[in-house]
């Protein structure tokens, strides 16, 4: 039985996901950022949360924890530092949700402590703020090669993986790869598609895995375009990585 999924914004541009099996009853939430938004969900869908999945320590995926797991009594999974998290994980862990397997990508770079969470027979994974829609995650505790190595385990996963990622940044995003792989056709389509939903408030995450490949820059620093354009035919995918996050730092 295919898990159902459940995506809904809080903040100005977070989302949160509810995962539900409807075979056991079993419903995991996708981060705490905010307690009112998560307790919504579970009202609208008649879902009862009984786990929490933690990506990473910020606020905004982490503030409204201790008031959702004492009025859910979850079971709060994630990283060893956050409080409230009952199972500590690290990379190469696996879990078990209600008799799907859980296993945990230690995909460190905009944070140390990040966790996706991927389950294969269904082929979705939870990147948080690691890899977005045509973007990865700022670097704000972890190097260049670190993220890169982490995107790297994601590239690997089935093209055919569902991609749930942390925030709406992708009009962003899609503004950017574009400056520096223009003559991408696949690419080209599809930020004509993300400006369409944008312009009608639709999400444009999930994503699938294969369309991140074929357009997400930060995924394709060994494309030879990307690198003409950059002027980095000689360096290594990690320095080329290195010079697309610079450059979206400042665009
Ligand atoms: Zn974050
Ligand atoms: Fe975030």
Redesign the pocket.
């Known amino acids: 039985m295919a898990l159902e999924f459940f995506q809904f914004e809080y903040n100005d541009d977070n989302y949160g996901v509810l995962v539900h099996d409807p075979v056991s009853g079993c419903t995991a939430a996708i981060d705490a950022g905010d307690t009112a938004a998560y307790l919504k969900a579970s009202e609208r869908t008649g879902w009862t949360i009984d786990n929490i999945w933690i990506t ?1 320590h ?1 606020w ?2 982490t503030e409204g924890l201790g008031k959702l797991k004492a009025m859910t009594q979850s079971k709060v999974f994630g990283p060893a530092g956050v409080e409230g998290v009952d199972e500590a994980l690290n990379g190469g862990d696996s879990f078990d949700f209600c008799g799907l397997t859980v296993d945990v990508i230690h995909t460190p770079g ?2 140390l402590d990040m966790l996706n969470f991927h389950i294969a027979e269904q082929n979705v994974i939870f990147t ?2 690691t890899l977005f829609s045509l973007g990865c ?1 700022r670097l ?1 505790e972890g190097s260049a090669e670190q993220m890169w190595a982490s995107l790297s385990k994601l590239a690997a996963l089935k093209p055919k993986t569902v991609i749930y990622s ?1 925030h709406e940044y992708t009009l962003a995003n899609a503004k950017f790869a574009i400056s520096v792989d223009p003559e991408n056709t696949a690419l080209k389509r599809r930020v004509d598609d993300v400006e369409q939903k944008r312009s009608r408030q639709q999400p444009t995450v999930p994503s699938l895995l294969s369309d991140e490949l074929a357009t997400n820059p930060f995924l394709r620093a060994g494309d030879p375009a990307i690198r003409a354009h950059l002027g980095l035919e000689a360096a290594s995918d990690a320095e080329v990585f290195a010079e697309l996050r610079s450059r979206k730092d400042n665009f």
């Open positions: 990473h910020h905004d995926h905009h944070t948080g703020d995650g704000f942390s």
